[in-house]
DNA sequence: ATTTGATATATCTGTTTGATATATTAGCAC
DNA sequence: GTGCTAATATATCAAACAGATATATCAAAT
């Protein structure tokens, strides 16, 4: 069965809005969307290959002297393609923590081992909570752009979440001393 | 580089408290573990071969009639892995959340279209915090018992954050309309 | 002049996922 | 007691993904 490649939507999300190289992809995933979604160049550049196959995007060479430099640009079947699966109700929502992991398993260490594992992850969330209220403070102010009103709420989400965190370490730091 | 299989620590965790056999540690992993980590056959069966090869683990043939059946034992090794694990303090966190992506994306698309998105959502995690909840209302009365105590922590992880889940869900939903 | 860091391509190895294959056993309906 | 279904139990395979690495250019600072 071929499998949906969801690195695919990604990509043709971020070509949704402009015209966008490789590597432009990839720092744009690393920036906000690396909160909810990671992408490598290993999946990247062969996901473009791919796509361009199945005519979802056309390439552009951009290069200049020395330089090589692809843009790649939505077609109309790659919107297609993308307005389907923002339509298809099911989604996998999937937590990966491995704090959580090794403090399910901490009865095998001191209590201290896995009290050390909740501060380093409450540093974790205390740093990048920072980043994404940057983020919203900015946002605020712009809600009437569409697109600044999703970004908005996908870092709303962020902020709510890790601020949950945030007192569940106090009181699983009570329980554990 | 020899990058850390993270199975074998949620192996390696699982056999540090009984023998079990693939089959069970499938099994264990699909229960409470699988709101913050998932395992498949195929990675556990492999990880169990090269487990054995290490002398992490040993294996015992309990085979009844005509069922083949192999139950896995943790080493000395391997509980020295598994408390070097644990004790290691950097860990990797991540959300992977195709709702998150698509609402990113929802300017795309009609703004009913990310609601509908949200609701879904918003059915899932009500179903799972009601499941989380119901662990939480068992395993608070054993709290003395240590494995119930890290049990309970990951529970009221789940808990507090769904939650926050679901306060962010009626906040999105009406800022869509 | 040179070194550093960012840009830009792409591939490789290993890990994980999800599906599938194969076979046994237990429970239940008829 | 026969047949069906679901659960048990093994294992493998293709596709997808992660993380590291390779190669080379360009801009800016030293």
């Not at 201290?112 to 909740?118: D, E, Q, T, W, Y």
């Not at 540093?123 to 983020?135: I, T």
Request: aromatic residues 12%; proline residues 1%; neutral net charge.
């Amino acid at each position: 069965m071929a499998r949906e490649r969801k690195i695919d939507m990604v990509i043709l999300g971020l070509l949704s809005h402009e015209d966008l190289t490789g590597y432009d992809i990839k720092k744009r995933i690393d920036g906000a969307i690396s909160f909810f979604w990671k992408g490598s160049f290993g999946n990247i550049y062969p996901a473009l290959k791919d796509m361009e196959d199945q005519e979802l995007i056309t390439k552009k060479d951009i290069s200049s002297s020395g330089r090589e430099k692809i843009a790649y640009h939505i077609t109309r079947r790659g919107k297609k393609v993308l307005g389907d699966w923002l339509k298809d109700e099911q989604a996998s929502n999937e937590l990966r923590y491995e704090t959580l992991l090794k403090l399910f398993f901490g009865g095998v260490q001191d209590k201290k081992v896995s009290v050390r594992n909740i501060e380093v992850f409450e540093e974790q969330v205390r740093g990048d909570l920072e980043l994404l209220k940057e983020y919203a403070k900015t946002l605020k102010n712009s809600l009437d752009d569409e697109d600044h009103l999703y970004f908005y709420l996908t870092v709303t989400f962020g902020i709510d979440s890790y601020e949950a965190y945030l007192k569940w370490c106090a009181k699983a730091k009570k329980l554990l001393a």
